[in-house]
């Protein structure tokens, strides 16, 4: 006895029952999104037939973490301080990530980057020189993508300092 599938409303080969009764499709070239699978077993003598048995399996795009390095830290009020975003996916092998990058002080965004593969990473960087004195929570937000999730680096302080020769404020 056989079982014939359709996906997506495309019939596939039929494909027989094991020895416990089992039919079984795999694949791993489904698309991002929902796609509906059906299974039709015409019976057999000692068999009703069953038809039209819906399933749904939504493929979602792969996980991703981000990481976020300073090139600067601690840094003095005035210096150019480079932010770098590493963005990777979590278990996609052979998926590289194309979004942006959005980093933000606390909850102020000061740039936003294409994610660009650099050697085997895919980073995103910006420099900035205004940051005032003190700390920074910095965070990197990728974006994601088509074939991608979005993600948020864990937090980065970025301590500023007043240079050796500048009297802090009220000094």
Do not use: C, W
Not at 90 to 113: C, E, I, L, N, R
Not at 127 to 132: F, P, Q
């Amino acid at each position: 006895s056989q079982v014939v599938f359709t996906l997506d409303g495309n019939q596939l080969p039929p494909i027989t029952l094991d020895a416990t009764g089992i039919a079984r499709y795999t694949t791993s070239t489904l698309s991002l999104g929902q796609h509906t699978m059906t299974a039709s077993y015409a019976g057999a003598t000692d068999f009703l037939s069953a038809t039209d048995v819906e399933k749904t399996q939504v493929i979602v795009p792969p996980d991703t973490i981000t990481t976020i390095a300073s090139n600067l830290n601690p840094s003095n009020l005035g210096d150019s301080v480079t932010f770098t975003a590493g963005v990777a996916t979590a278990s996609a092998q052979g998926v590289t990530p194309t979004g942006a990058v959005t980093f933000k002080d606390g909850t102020a965004s000061f740039a936003t980057v294409l994610v660009t593969p650099k050697g085997t990473l895919n980073i995103a960087q910006t420099t900035i020189s205004t940051l005032g004195a003190g700390t920074h929570n910095i965070t990197a937000i990728y974006s994601g993508d088509a074939a991608t999730s979005a993600s948020v680096s864990p937090v980065l302080v970025q301590q500023v300092d007043y240079p050796l020769t500048v009297p802090p404020p009220g000094y």
